[in-house]
């Protein structure tokens, strides 16, 4: 219970930043303006996915075989160090094409700049992801809550001060973004690790393991597209369809129910992921574990929808400018069930991965963005930005009743092998 406790804590604190961030940027930031920020945000998030979260699911699966917290320091290590230098080496051959290309088209040499940052930007996001994959494994939520919380602070005060010092617009958003990502990293390593994480760095061990990190890694790479085309396509194609400023006025709307659906998902994640790799090779286990996530998310994402229905016009007074709440309450509350099934959703992924699945996982995932991305467009045409939140109910039903049959197969196979 006291787990759950230091998961959530930090989570709520998160979560509030989050949302009087929200207020402030809708005041500070015409519709566009926060539009532009938003689809930015939106490409930053695939390159989190395709990158990050690929890097956190393998040094989660493959340190959690071994047992010395030694050994996983070493290998984490040793697979940062490995992802590290292979996003230096992509800059430097990005920057490279810019300089080359920029002998004809002299302007080029302008952005030969964003490589680096980029890959400044990932370096950064890769260390914290690793240190926190081990904190994860080890059960450590004091920390992790003290991370995510001293970064969501860094955020909200680092953007903010671009914003009334600098000037209101999009870029000084992902400026300040940018700046607080590094400075988390470098203040909570030297603060929890005091740089001991990266002492006797043995790339060789990682080494070894290396087919077994692109085997899981890749497949879960290729996903992060797949996952961002439920939680962001959406408004990629309003914003293509009816402009930035209506992106704006969706995402500050939506951006009200994701925030207690992500802090939902996190502490779930945080709490059940564990038990899942550790029971991977019990399928009695396995199965409840992931049946008592589901249950949880559903219950939980229940309570947010009668919530958001009781209570919707006094949340979008109170939390968003005036001229960001027209028709916010509908797509609150539509967008609501749509998150109610994607946590639940989330728990079978992750049981599948446990599993060691995540090519089978991959091919479901496929099949069912397609289906996605075929339906918001209609829905958006069909009713705007209350149709793509609908287009979104839909689409997260599909998702979740193709990854269950997926899951009962898998269950059924690993059953009749205990069974042998």
């Given at each position: 219970m006291l787990k759950i406790v230091h998961v959530l804590w930090g989570q709520i604190i998160v979560a509030l930043v989050t949302f009087g961030g929200l207020r402030v940027y809708t005041e500070l930031l015409d519709r566009e303006s926060f539009g532009i920020a938003m689809l930015c945000m939106g490409a930053v998030s695939l390159l989190d996915g395709i990158s990050v979260m690929a890097l956190h699911q393998t040094v989660v699966a493959l340190c959690s075989r071994?047992?010395?917290?030694?050994?996983?320091?070493?290998?984490?290590?040793?697979?940062?160090?490995?992802?590290?230098?292979?996003?230096?080496?992509?800059?430097?051959?990005?920057?490279?094409?810019?300089?080359?290309?920029?002998?004809?088209?002299?302007?080029?040499?302008?952005?030969?700049?964003?490589?680096?940052?980029?890959?400044?930007?990932?370096?950064?996001?890769?260390?914290?992801?690793?240190?926190?994959?081990?904190?994860?494994?080890?059960?450590?939520?004091?920390?992790?809550?003290?991370?995510?919380?001293?970064?969501?602070?860094?955020?909200?005060?680092c953007t903010c001060m671009l914003l009334l010092v600098w000037r209101a617009d999009w870029l000084s958003y992902l400026i300040g973004y940018f700046i607080s990502r590094l400075l988390s990293c470098a203040l909570f390593t030297v603060i929890f690790a005091r740089c001991s994480f990266f002492r006797h760095v043995h790339v060789g061990a990682a080494r070894k393991t290396i087919g077994q990190a692109l085997t899981f890694g890749v497949p879960v790479a290729a996903m992060a597209p797949l996952g961002w085309i439920s939680t962001f396509l959406d408004r990629f194609i309003i914003g293509s369809m009816m402009g930035a400023a209506e992106t704006g006025t969706y995402v500050a709307a939506t951006s009200l129910v994701s925030r207690p659906y992500a802090l939902t998902t996190a502490v779930l994640t945080n709490?059940?992921?564990?038990?899942?790799?550790?029971?991977?090779?019990?399928?009695?286990?396995?199965?409840?574990?992931?049946?008592?996530?589901?249950?949880?998310?559903?219950?939980?994402?229940?309570?947010?929808?009668?919530?958001?229905?009781?209570?919707?016009?006094?949340?979008?007074?109170?939390?968003?400018?005036?001229?960001?709440?027209?028709?916010?309450?509908?797509?609150?509350?539509?967008?609501?069930?749509?998150?109610?099934?994607?946590?639940?959703?989330?728990?079978?992924?992750?049981?599948?991965?446990?599993?060691?699945?995540?090519?089978?996982?991959?091919?479901?995932?496929?099949?069912?963005?397609?289906?996605?991305?075929?339906?918001?467009?209609?829905?958006?045409?069909?009713?705007?930005?209350?149709g793509a939140v609908i287009a979104r109910c839909f689409a997260e039903a599909a998702k979740f009743i193709g990854t269950w049959a997926l899951f009962k197969y898998l269950s059924s196979s690993l059953r009749m092998r205990e069974a042998k």
């Open positions: 071994l047992q010395g917290l030694e050994d996983r320091r070493r290998l984490a290590v040793g697979l940062l160090y490995l992802a590290v230098v292979g996003c230096a080496t992509l800059a430097l051959v990005a920057t490279l094409v810019c300089a080359l290309l920029s002998l004809t088209v002299p302007r080029l040499i302008f952005y030969a700049w964003v490589p680096i940052a980029i890959v400044t930007y990932l370096a950064a996001e890769l260390t914290k992801s690793t240190q926190q994959a081990l904190l994860s494994l080890k059960s450590d939520f004091v920390r992790l809550s003290f991370w995510s919380t001293g970064e969501a602070i860094l955020g909200f005060g709490y059940f992921r564990p038990q899942l790799y550790v029971a991977a090779q019990d399928s009695a286990l396995l199965r409840q574990s992931m049946y008592r996530w589901i249950l949880a998310a559903l219950l939980i994402g229940a309570a947010g929808a009668i919530a958001i229905f009781a209570a919707g016009d006094f949340i979008t007074d109170l939390m968003l400018a005036a001229p960001y709440r027209q028709g916010a309450t509908v797509l609150m509350l539509v967008f609501s069930i749509a998150q109610t099934i994607s946590i639940a959703t989330h728990a079978m992924d992750n049981a599948i991965l446990a599993l060691g699945r995540s090519a089978k996982l991959l091919k479901i995932q496929t099949a069912l963005s397609i289906f996605t991305v075929m339906m918001i467009p209609i829905g958006v045409f069909w009713m705007g930005a209350a």
